[in-house]
């Protein structure tokens, strides 16, 4: 019974294994994979398959030491490019706010930093077409994060919200801001004479979101106005740039939903794949892919909120909400993993499914509850969790103290957390129980008394802040015990809902 996977929302779930580095995080929104590596955020943290350990990117002193968390990774050989950002509390809101990135040419032996590429309060115009275009320069970092980046050669373009879609075509050396066409307009070209603002705060196609460059050098831009494809965007001048502007319809061949967070192209086929969000009323959400540079679209997972895409041949992956979609036969049937569950792990029902990538062998799934992965296409799975050991401490506090048991969260809120996990080492080898008590000492609840432990092992359980009747505890003290025939360990939570 140790080793299969268990429903209960009261249990031991399984053994588990203390590692010294683990991932930073329970919450993972970005990742980026190539070949056998996997890089994860928020710290920029890597592994490879086959290993169970993370490993800091020794030089990236900007996530290492500094307030720079991922938003935004591309990949390719011995190249990263890493799109930086954090939280803004100074007024008292917090607001996502960019910083830069940080850039590795050589397999990650060494990093530069790229400050954040903002306008100069005097950039009232920008040219095109050789005629001055009237521009609100974009002069602070708040709302302008890295959401997307993407590169081919010198050449880097970003989509960062605010500050809409930049260019360097020296790898982040100089910066270049991209006209794109505003809501009003099919298309942008050159040869033509226009008159509007280009301000981020009147029209939803100047606000950038996400950001590709697919296999035949078209450049893809996705903003909260639709997706913005121009042929010539990889190697024109910035003024001479032609865009096609695509949105949302009611047509069965168009897009859902004009706000495009996530834009992936299958390199099985060449078709790209995008998220599409609800910008404005009537849209819907879910995801569309393309075949043919934007004539015609195929709808999927109508209803969905999507956050990420990845592939494996034919095999389509799509994370949201409500958990991780695949199809195995390129989108024509989906089915749906609400709960992933491994012989001794679960993530938590709540969880929302944040980001995808894809190794040589492996699929990996970022969630608000941990990361997992299967080799198998979802058929069996692995989760790693932020590990703190019970005997010293991790990556991130080196010298913790030994402790034979913890629970974590711990204040636990089960509105918010769902449940809290006791962590523990068998002080011996048999049955193991583990009994709930309040302040008074009186029994809450009893866990399961059938799960086999061994001496010296390290095991998980969980509970949900409900007593044996499935009554919500109340607030206060909850003290457990955990036994093994006559040897035990104790702890303390404390409950507030």
Known sequence: MAGSPRNSSAQISGEVIDRFTSITQNSISNMG?????????????????????????????????????????????????????????????????????????????????????????????????????????????????????????????SAGWASGIRRSRDFGETWERILLPPTTFRELRPNRSYNFVFDPRLDNNFLGFSILIDRDGFVWAGTAGGINISPDALNASADSISWIRIWAGTDIDRMLGNWVIKMRENPYDGQVWMTNWIATQGERQGIVSTSDKGNTFSRYLEGERIYDLAFDGETIYASGDNGLFISRNNGETWEQISQIRSPNALIKRSANYLSLAHTSERLWVGTTDGLASTSDQGRTWSISRVEYPLQGGNQLVPDGRDVSTYAY?????????????????????????????????????????????????????????????????????????????????????????
């Open 33 to 157: 994979a190539l070949g056998d590596t996997l890089w994860t955020g928020p710290l920029l943290y890597y592994t490879m398959e086959g290993t169970v350990n993370y490993f800091a990117p020794v030089g990236a002193d900007s996530v290492l030491k500094g307030r720079g968390r991922l938003f935004s990774i591309s990949v390719s050989p011995d190249t990263v490019v890493a799109g930086l950002g954090y939280n803004d509390d100074a007024s008292g809101e917090s607001v996502q706010t960019g910083l830069g990135f940080h850039t590795t040419t050589d397999g990650a032996l060494t990093w530069e930093f790229i400050p954040l590429p903002l306008d100069h309060p005097d950039s009232t115009t920008i040219l095109y077409g050789g005629q001055r275009i009237e521009t609100v320069p974009v002069i602070v970092p708040q709302q302008s994060p890295p959401f997307d980046v993407t590169f081919s050669g010198s050449t880097i373009f």
């Open 409 to 497: 969260p711990n204040p636990f809120s089960p509105a918010i957390h769902e449940i809290v996990r006791f962590r523990f080492e068998a002080p011996a080898s048999g049955l193991a129980s583990i009994r709930l008590y309040d302040f008074g000492m009186n029994l809450i609840r009893e866990l399961e008394t059938d799960f086999q432990v061994t001496t010296g092992r390290n095991y998980e359980a969980i509970w949900d802040g409900t007593d044996s009747s499935g009554r919500k505890v109340g607030n206060g003290a909850v003290f457990y015990r955990i036994s093994v025939g006559n040897d035990h360990a104790t702890g303390k939570i404390l409950v507030l809902e």
